[in-house]
């Protein structure tokens, strides 16, 4: 792809599933500020579409520098969506439970 000035861009795509991708989330979660996570656990709701998919979304400035923080302008997206046998408590419970511990 390229930019409006020229420039290359590259789109980067993955496609994780079984434990390659809990363990991508797990790291994930593990370098979210608690701030960060209190907010998304608060949140998830807002977060999960129709479809149970979760959508999270990075600045990808500080992603640059190595800082993990949510972002909508330009943003790193991630898209997570477990097979639906996983969902059998419903999508919110099942994301906080995964991803804070929480019920």
Do not use: C, W
Request: glycine share 10%; charged share 25%; hydrophobic share 40%.
């Amino acid at each position: 792809m390229e930019g409006h000035f020229g420039n290359v861009i590259t789109r980067v795509r993955y496609h994780l599933i079984g434990e390659d991708a809990a363990a991508a989330l797990g790291s994930i979660v593990a370098h979210l500020p608690a701030l960060t996570k209190d907010r998304l656990n608060r949140d998830i709701g807002e977060l999960v579409d129709e479809h149970s998919v979760l959508y999270l979304r990075f600045d990808k400035q500080r992603l640059v520098v190595g800082a993990l923080e949510e972002g909508t302008a330009d943003p790193v997206r991630i898209r997570v969506k477990p097979r639906v046998f996983m969902l059998r408590g419903g999508a919110r419970e099942f994301y906080s439970k995964t991803l804070f511990g929480g019920s």
